[in-house]
């Protein structure tokens, strides 16, 4: 509640600002204008996470100096055992011989009538704990009771997420090669025009969707306590939505574009085809959340229903002719893209996080209610925000108005779920050294305050005044959909690949995924800002166009360096995907024949 | 009474519910209503051959990085005369077929500049397709992608009448000995883009830039004189395209500017003419339009004098009264 309010009074507060900045705007100080500022506190924040991290290595060293200090005492402690006489030191032995000598009985707690299960309550005991890498972990538990079908699908889904991950950032690093190289090669179907939507695409609906609905598949199965409603249906639409991609790729690589709004460029008869895909998963979704064996529904299934049936609307009002001549279709682009990222990505992936977060740590969400809460309020806030990227362009101005003003709204959603993520891991802090799950959630979720909040302030009119149409849109996009969304799907599928296939990848190799990872996009991120940012003030001050081109050119070499960075990390996830999964139905086999024993 | 934590039913239904009833009041309504908008009187429709150019650009997706919006803001000045109003888009924005919709011109990244008044910034043919075919030839720093697939490489020999043959400088031919000509294709784009031009509103009720700078306005309040325009810097946004900022221009399509005789010349009537109303004497290289529609008196004589004065080029400035003054004997002229 508290946080609540602080969130509106922080809303109100800045609601006069841009509202203000209609009439005037100046850049003479424009690094002291609120959007600019808000930029550089949040990515101090994550510079500050950081410092917070080697400051906690300091202290170990400061311990180690304290414990020879301690060291020394002892010694003093030794002089003086060695000063005390014979008799003394009989009668402490003696008496230290008596505590060590001493037995339970055995009944002190429970007394010695016989045990009996009258009820049935006890379906089976385990005499020694199988510890995991946690200490609270269990996995033989999970491994027993997930049927073989449920998971051969999720391991499918994934790994056809991975290709696409992989195919996906090769075809972008090549992109953001040609900014550095225009001449790299000379094939149309090879041209930047024709590639990016290749890229984005390829991204949104092969790697992330398709990893999004797999993780989904085990949570909604786990959580309503019972079997996936229809397991051939979720293979019909693991088959569409691939064949919309192949499909999808080949027709942009042709020159068949749909008409260059973003992530609408694939023609309908294709996105048809994903559209499908998700009637069939939210009905298959629906019908197992429908006949769950639990009476309430665990939060995780409510964003993740609602991220299938708001996608699925959302994609017919972003395909249906009627309303899209002339700026019409400007309005429609504004709504889709965003709410494709908020609605679908966004949306789901917490759904995930409701589920993988808690379990992973094996404990209840900090507060079931900012969860519904942050779910409420997504929808109501995220769905007004999309004609934010059309600041200043020739739509009205009371969308543009109001697209602002529920940006700035968008604290209330995101504070609610950060808060709720952080305190679920509030007191489980030294577990993030030595598992290497944790990281993966931490990242996503300082992301996750980070890159909503930055998109917030990126809404006000003085900020989208210097930064739109620049690079900083390109880094903003990654900072959240590589940043926020990428990150909680690793988390989510390096917590439960292992679980369900008996295999632990090598934990040097996570680390490796990990950190070349979170570098390489801090090395894309930091570039594309700074650049974006000189470029902008460019072309305020009014310098011919060429010269914000060759002003980008050293930020464009640090993009790629990041770029490949990142596309290194995802071959090695590539490979510890492969590790996890491999022979995994003969583990399970031999598994059987315990299961049987046991 | 909606029991969400335990009946799937309702919250499903309210989900969904109230996400199209907020998506029909913040999408289709104003979609709807933008759609009403009807164009400005004197605006042109495309012609056959400009929408094949228009859908050349969709399916080369030019819109990954050009946008074809002018903002209420100072800074989009520099890329038309107003800003852009939604009636702008009346023809060019219609759904393209039965499987494409209407295309997302307005763009949402200026990667390369932007396109609303290309056809007026930049109205010669020939720039257009050396540029296509390779950006490289005309804008050294540029890092568009070329489009040779929109060209044919032919034999001196096997060229046709009806022909458009780029002029191509040697250095970036892979066979000196070819001749590049324009498909289809690349000549309806260049349509395409030569048609991009804002129209003029009726009246002159038209919506201001929100001012950016206020050093600008302050010089524009104080009545733009010579001394506060820069001459190189209009120069590289205008001339540069074509005569290159090295003043060298480029062998076979656009001449130099370093010791030129017309540029040199100390009576500078002559060069102001070509700049008010174009030159095409010369068959060996690409036609020049004319800019006295674009550029003030002002502007025309800081170019020029930055022309005159550079690149080892030693002529007398040109004020602004020379400018008026031949700008008059050319309307005499086409009165007569």
């Keep these: ?598 | 009474m909606l029991n969400f934590h335990k009946n799937h039913k309702n919250l499903v239904l309210t989900a969904g519910g109230v996400f199209i009833a907020l998506s029909i009041l913040i999408a289709i309504i104003p979609a709807l209503q933008m759609q009403e908008t009807e164009p400005i009187p004197n605006e042109k429709p495309l012609t056959d051959n400009e929408r094949e150019g228009l859908n050349v650009y969709v399916s080369e997706n030019c819109m990954a990085c050009h946008t074809q919006q002018v903002r209420n803001i100072e800074m989009d000045n520099m890329w038309g005369k107003r800003p852009s109003i939604p009636s702008d888009y009346y023809y060019s924005k219609k759904r393209l077929d039965v499987w494409r919709q209407s295309p997302s011109i307005l763009g949402s990244e200026r990667t390369g500049p932007d396109l609303t008044d290309i056809g007026k910034r930049q109205p010669s043919e020939d720039w257009h397709l050396l540029h296509l075919y390779n950006p490289r030839v005309v804008v050294s720093a540029s890092v568009m992608p070329s489009y040779p697939w929109l060209f044919e490489e032919v034999d001196s020999a096997s060229v046709r009448k009806d022909d458009k043959v780029v002029a191509v400088p040697k250095e970036f031919l892979s066979n000196p000995s070819k001749k590049i000509i324009a498909k289809n294709d690349a000549l309806r784009l260049v349509d395409y883009l030569k048609y991009l031009k804002q129209t003029e509103l009726p009246g002159s009720n038209v919506e201001d830039f929100i001012p950016a700078l206020k050093k600008i306005q302050a010089d524009r309040v104080a009545g733009g004189n010579q001394g506060a325009l820069d001459g190189g810097k209009l120069f590289s946004q205008v001339c540069a395209v074509c005569h290159q900022e090295s003043g060298k221009g480029v062998v076979g399509a656009f001449p130099s500017l370093i010791g030129s005789e017309i540029v040199n010349d100390e009576n500078s009537e002559k060069l102001i003419r070509v700049v008010i109303q174009g030159y095409d004497a010369r068959s060996d290289y690409g036609v020049m339009p004319g800019f006295g529609d674009q550029l003030s008196d002002a502007e025309i004589a800081a170019i020029l004098t930055h022309e005159r004065s550079s690149w080892g080029n030693d002529a007398a400035p040109v004020t602004k009264e020379d400018v008026a003054q031949v700008r008059q004997y050319v309307e005499m002229e086409l009165n007569k």
């Design chain 1, 1 to 598: 509640m508290k946080k609540c309010k602080m969130a509106i009074l922080l809303f109100s507060g800045v609601l006069p600002n841009i509202l203000s900045a209609q009439d005037k705007i100046t850049t003479d100080n424009w690094l002291s204008s609120p959007g600019i500022i808000g930029t550089f506190v949040l990515i101090a924040i994550v510079m500050i996470i950081a410092i917070v991290i080697l400051f906690i290595k300091l202290n170990t060293y400061i311990d180690k100096m304290k414990r020879r200090q301690i060291d020394k005492n002892r010694m003093a402690f030794d002089d003086e055992i060695v000063a005390m006489d014979e008799g003394e030191i009989d009668v402490i032995l003696e008496k230290r011989k008596a505590a060590l000598k001493y037995k339970l009985k055995g009944d002190e707690l429970s007394g010695d009538s016989e045990v009996s299960d009258e009820k049935g309550l006890v379906h089976q005991f385990i005499k020694d704990p199988n510890n995991a890498f946690f200490d609270e972990k269990k996995k033989t538990s999970l491994s027993l009771e997930t049927p073989l079908e449920l998971k051969k699908i999720v391991i499918y889904y994934i790994g056809a997420a991975a290709l696409w991950l992989v195919l996906g950032t090769l075809i972008g690093q090549y992109l953001g090669m040609k900014f550095l190289w225009p001449e790299m090669d000379s094939q149309s179907w090879l041209s930047f025009g024709r590639l990016r939507p290749v890229h984005t695409n390829m991204v949104f609906w092969g790697w992330s969707s398709l990893a999004m609905i797999g993780l989904g598949y085990f949570v909604i199965a786990r959580t309503s306590n019972t079997k996936i409603y229809n397991y051939s249906w979720a293979w019909s639409a693991w088959r569409l939505i691939n064949l919309t991609i192949i499909l999808g790729t080949m027709c942009l690589m042709a020159g068949v574009n749909n008409g260059g709004g973003e992530y609408r460029e694939y023609i309908w008869p294709v996105m048809l085809l994903f559209a499908v895909g998700l009637i069939i998963t939210f009905i298959n979704f629906y019908k197992t959340v429908a006949t769950r064996k639990i009476s309430e529904i665990y939060i995780s299934n409510w964003f993740i229903l609602a991220a299938l049936i708001w996608t699925i609307v959302l994609s017919v009002i972003g395909y249906l002719p009627f309303y899209q001549d002339g700026l019409g279709e400007t309005v429609i682009q504004g709504y889709y893209m965003h709410q494709g990222v908020g609605m679908w990505f966004m949306t789901f992936t917490l759904g995930l996080v409701y589920y993988y977060l808690p379990s992973t740590l094996n404990k209840p969400i900090y507060s079931y209610s900012l969860g519904v809460l942050a779910f409420w309020t997504q929808m109501l806030f995220y769905t007004m925000i999309g004609t934010h990227h059309f600041v200043f362009s020739p739509l009205p101005w009371w969308l543009q108005t109001i697209a602002i003003v529920f940006s700035a709204g968008m604290v209330i959603p995101v504070v609610a779920g950060t808060t709720n993520f952080l305190m679920t891991m509030k007191g489980s802090w030294n577990h993030i050294s030595k598992s290497y799950v944790l990281p993966f959630f931490l990242v996503g979720t300082v992301f996750y305050f980070v890159g909503s909040m930055q998109g917030s302030l990126q809404a006000f009119r003085f900020t989208n005044f210097v930064w739109h149409f620049t690079d900083f849109n390109v880094a903003h996009s990654h900072m959240t959909m590589y940043g926020i969304i990428a990150f909680f799907l690793w988390a989510g599928i390096y917590a439960i690949l292992p679980k369900l296939t008996g295999k632990e990848p090598s934990q040097v190799l996570v680390g490796a995924h990990f950190w070349l990872a979170f570098i390489g996009l801090f090395a894309y991120m930091i570039s594309l800002m700074a650049g974006g940012t000189y470029k902008g003030l460019s072309w305020i001050d009014g310098e011919p166009f060429i010269e914000s081109v060759i002003l980008m050119k050293p930020y464009w070499i640090w993009r790629a360096v990041g770029g490949s960075l990142m596309l290194a990390s995802h071959l090695v996830f590539a490979y510890n995907f492969y590790y996890m999964v491999k022979g995994y139905s003969k583990i399970k086999s031999s598994r059987k024949v315990e299961e049987i024993t046991v």
